[in-house]
């Protein structure tokens, strides 16, 4: 498949409600995309002679928006366990591991995501374990196979804190089976990567081999600041023990889940550390959820707390993910905020900025337009572009929406 990116065809949406997110608003606004990048956005944009021209007239332009927290691909619907390649519990750390070995483009999740008007989701292993492996981003359309819808494999890694390595690893009778076994694990992992790295560096300075070791280095990576830490945590006692440790290690911490959060608000928000909210239309299923509610992410924003918020894939269908914000705006949760809990801040948390999360020249051209406000329950995305291309469109006269083929993206 050619990149899009790479290609000079134009294409106008004009007439349109733009909302760009990191800019205001324009009535009868213009996005004009070249190829795969979105190259003017504003109401007086100059449309080349030799342009595609789209008239949404009456309609709202968004960028696509942004699951930050999802297992669309590694986790697949209605395949039971055979399509299910979350979590290697085999061991409690497992940093070396990677997403993008697992995810099935074929998976419906993409589908439905496209309906959700998400371009772009960035797929992590599961809680299972104490680390759980490195996380992808990817679009939610795209090539032959998952390499082709890379944004970036250089996003994170994913660790959890609580019940669930408890769990797992208490069923098995091994450490971790307490939340001190499950920080002492975290510790013990990070202090070895201290001494790897500084090992690497004296034979680098003495000209010496160093063997590899696949886990360390992406836990060096962690250290360095290149890969962030995404920290599965529900309970406030569990978010200080993750605070504590980034502290302690120096690693750039970005909470998921945070169910509790609200109540440390004041301490996340006066650390800049971010939160992927939700996701919030579950049950009480544990004891982690029993404080679970719509309004704590209410609570953190207004502490001054960024946010995200997700659906954690296929815990919800990863289409409600503007429902869940609908419903937050509901509760309290102002517009803006809602709007860039699903662009903007999920794009900065993960190193995402220069490509997605915005309608700006030079970012790619991931795009949908809806029939309406989308924060409205009665709206729906009608179409969607990424990298230029239109991948999905909502057929009204048949009541359906209509994916590109996957033979159809083969031939592309």
Request: a negative charge.
């Amino acid at each position: 498949m050619t990149d899009p990116r790479g290609t000079s065809s134009l294409t106008a949406l004009v007439n349109g409600y733009v909302v760009p997110v990191a800019s205001a608003p324009v009535e009868r606004g213009t996005v004009l995309l070249r190829g795969g990048t979105i190259v003017a956005v504003g109401a007086d944009v100059e449309i080349p002679a030799d342009s595609t021209v789209v008239d949404v007239e009456g309609k709202w332009v968004l960028p696509g928006f942004v699951e930050s927290h999802g297992h669309v691909g590694i986790d697949e619907e209605g395949n039971g366990p055979i399509g299910n390649d979350v979590n290697e519990m085999t061991r409690p750390t497992t940093p070396g591991v990677r997403a993008i070995d697992a995810v099935n483009i074929d998976d419906e999740g993409f589908r439905d995501a496209l309906s959700g008007g998400i371009t772009s989701v960035v797929v992590k292993p599961g809680s299972g374990n104490v680390i759980g492996g490195q996380t992808v981003a990817i679009k939610t359309w795209g090539g032959r196979t998952i390499d082709e819808q890379v944004i970036s494999e250089s996003v994170s890694v994913k660790s959890a804190l609580g019940e669930n390595p408890k769990r797992v690893y208490g069923e098995k009778k091994q450490m971790p089976s307490t939340r001190l076994g499950v920080a002492f694990i975290l510790r013990e992992a990070f202090a070895k990567a201290q001494h790897y790295a500084a090992s690497r560096v004296a034979a680098e300075k003495k000209g010496e081999p160093f063997a590899r070791d696949l886990d360390l280095e992406v836990l060096a990576r962690v250290l360095d600041g290149e890969l962030a830490w995404d920290q599965h945590v529900h309970r406030h006692d569990d978010i200080a023990t993750a605070i504590r440790l980034a502290d302690e290690f120096g690693y750039r911490l970005v909470i998921n889940h945070g169910t509790e959060g609200h109540k440390l608000a004041d301490v996340l928000a006066e650390r800049d550390i971010p939160v992927i909210y939700g996701p919030m239309l579950t049950n009480r299923s544990k004891v982690e959820l029993r404080d679970r509610a719509i309004t704590n992410l209410v609570a953190l924003a207004k502490a001054g707390v960024r946010v995200a918020i997700t659906t954690d894939h296929p815990v919800i269908p990863i289409n409600l993910l503007v429902t869940q914000a609908t419903l937050a705006v509901r509760d309290g949760l102002p517009r803006e905020t809602a709007l860039e809990a699903l662009t903007t801040n999920p794009a900065s948390f993960l190193g995402l900025g220069g490509r997605i999360g915005a309608l700006a020249e030079g970012l790619d051209a991931d795009v949908v337009v809806w029939s309406g406000d989308p924060l409205d329950s009665m709206s729906r995305a009608e179409r969607v572009f990424i990298d230029g291309r239109e991948v999905y469109t909502w057929d009204a006269e048949a009541g359906v929406g209509r994916a590109v083929e996957r033979l159809g993206r083969r031939a592309g």
